[in-house]
């Protein structure tokens, strides 16, 4: 197969590891800056220019959008769908993964087990927005935020108070959330490859800190996961629409409540943790698809047609 894996630098681990797993497998693979691909939007011929060049020929596409770039690296990913490439995930499932708010939204329609979560816009609703998440402590998050930044806690009400009205002054979005406390500052990471966790990890903060997110310090270890977090987040992969990804939960005391579905989920600390090979299972997940939906193209009226005249 010839692989286009879209990313800003080909130097990242996990694009290294992935470029490693699709030439040990045979195939031909490429790394594109995404930003600067550019195309051409026509109904008959769409096409994907890079530094001068046409692309083409490509089978598969593996997007790995940072969140800075999210909607020039989507409608770039869009146009590959156009061009019948399969991608890993497709550029909805990413888009909407991308919106928090609207994330939860989705996997509360669906029953998925989440923090109570409040939004509002208006100053004047603090007050009744911070009683119905349960008061003090509570969590206020930056929908804009990625890898923990945006996201305090408060430990008690004037300090909510005061934080969400300077967030609502500066105009930012922010969901106030219940606070886990039972978690212990730590959360669980379940990397999701089609219907299969395959492989899972407790991240764990440093003291005094209550986010475990890695690139905050926090320190990882394997885990076992109960059925119930398993099935979780699956649902949850399968709910965003995502082929492959990394969902976070934890454990409260209503059982595993999702903190957010990430669509590009790095492999460094996970194939550390867990000793297996993620970058090969995501790569033969691509195969096993690809030749998915080239039987069905073979077996579709319109080729068997083409091919009876030829
Ligand atoms: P980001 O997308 O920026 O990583 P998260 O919503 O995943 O933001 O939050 C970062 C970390 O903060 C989580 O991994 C978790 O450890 C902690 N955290 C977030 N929300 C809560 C909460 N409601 N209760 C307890 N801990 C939380």
Excluded: W
Aim: charged letters at 25%; glycine letters at 8%; a positive charge.
């Amino acid at each position: 197969m010839k692989i286009a894996i879209l990313s800003r630098n080909p130097k990242l681990y996990s694009t290294m590891r992935l470029v490693e797993a699709a030439q040990a497998r045979g195939h031909q693979v490429r790394v594109l800056d995404v930003l600067r691909c550019y195309m051409n939007i026509t109904s008959h011929n769409p096409s994907i220019h890079y530094r001068g060049e046409d692309l083409t020929g490509f089978d598969a596409v593996i997007p790995r959008i940072g969140a800075s770039v999210t909607f020039y690296g989507t409608a770039v990913l869009r146009q590959f769908e156009m061009m019948n490439v399969f991608p890993l995930n497709e550029s909805v499932a990413i888009s909407r993964s991308r919106d928090k708010l609207r994330s939860i939204q989705l996997l509360a329609r669906k029953g998925i087990g989440l923090p109570v979560t409040g939004f509002a816009h208006n100053p004047d609703d603090i007050e009744d927005l911070i009683s119905q998440v349960g008061g003090a402590p509570l969590v206020i998050k930056l929908l804009q935020g990625t890898q923990g930044i945006g996201v305090v806690l408060a430990e008690t009400h004037n300090a909510a108070e005061s934080v969400i009205q300077a967030f609502m002054g500066l105009n930012a979005n922010i969901m106030v959330q219940e606070f886990i406390k039972e978690a212990g500052g730590s959360d669980i990471r379940c990397l999701v490859i089609g219907d299969k966790v395959v492989a899972s990890m407790k991240r764990q903060a440093s003291t005094c800190e209550f986010r475990s997110n890695l690139h905050r310090g926090g320190t990882a270890t394997l885990i076992r996961l109960t059925p119930e977090e398993r099935s979780t987040a699956v649902r949850a992969a399968r709910i965003m629409g995502l082929n492959v990804c990394g969902v976070d939960l934890l454990r409260s005391n209503h059982g595993p409540v999702i903190m957010e579905v990430n669509s590009s989920p790095g492999l460094k600390g996970i194939e550390a943790t867990s000793d297996k090979d993620i970058a090969d299972m995501i790569i033969q997940f691509i195969e096993k698809r690809f030749e998915t939906m080239e039987t069905a193209k073979d077996k579709s009226p319109t080729r068997t047609r083409t091919r009876g005249k030829g």
